[in-house]
T-cell receptor, first 112, second 116 residues
């Protein structure tokens, strides 16, 4: 089945710096890659997603890039703020295309 | 509009006991999912359902049972709880998800289960 690897597991940055989280997937047929953010004690929520026919997608300070050849995709957060501190999960669809398989998460800490 | 709700939010039980975690959504979403969240493992898929009376195994289904007799409910039962099932359990739903489609997963608030 699909396997999603996520790195790093923890990331600490200073406010205003950029943060990059990377994920790789195993199933070359995967075509949908969302990112979820989970604040402490809260539920995960979708922040951005990308489909396989697009190489990059931006939404204000966040962007996702996809390299289908290398089977990896990345989340980029620019001008980080303390409220960006959270756990971020990447995901890809399972082999049947009917559920999401998540990476193990990255704990991002933004210090002011 | 309650959205998606889980109950109980917190549960302490003993090994060998049966426990049922409830999940209810008011959107009539077709797809529903159960994940468990553990430190170092992220979110792991237990079971999911594409519609009423249709369920499928995820990554870690052993020790769990699900049912979906009604579209809005997707209970998760631990038939004989073990300490390794201590975790935070998240239910999620999606309006459009299956093969060829994409859709946002809406998560419940989670149920924290401790098995002593």
């Amino acid at each position: 089945g699909e396997n999603v690897e996520q790195h790093p597991s923890t990331l600490s940055v200073q406010e205003g710096d950029s943060a990059v989280i990377k994920c790789t997937y195993s199933d070359s047929a995967s075509n949908y890659f969302p990112w979820y953010k989970q604040e402490l004690g809260k539920r995960p929520q979708l922040i951005i997603d990308i489909r396989s026919n697009v190489g990059e997608k931006k939404d204000q300070r966040i962007a996702v890039t996809l390299n289908k050849t290398a089977k990896h995709f990345s989340l980029h957060i620019t001008e980080t703020q303390p409220e960006d501190s959270a756990v971020y999960f990447c995901a890809a669809k399972n082999k049947a295309g009917t559920a999401l398989i998540f990476g193990k998460g990255t704990t991002l800490s933004v210090s002011s | 509009d309650a959205g998606i709700t889980q109950s109980p939010r917190y549960k302490i039980t003993e090994t060998g006991r049966q426990v049922t975690l409830m999940c209810h959504q008011t959107w009539s979403h077709s797809y529903m999912f159960w994940y468990r969240q553990d430190l170092g493992h992220g979110l792991r898929l237990i079971y999911y359902s594409a519609a009423a009376d249709i369920t499928d195994k995820g990554e870690v289904p052993d020790g769990y049972v699900v049912s979906r007799s009604k579209t809005e409910n997707f209970p998760l039962t631990l038939e004989s709880a073990t300490r390794s099932q201590t975790s935070v359990y998240f239910c999620a739903s999606s309006e459009v998800f299956g093969r060829g489609n994409t859709g946002e997963l809406f998560f419940g608030e989670g149920s924290r289960l401790t098995v002593l």
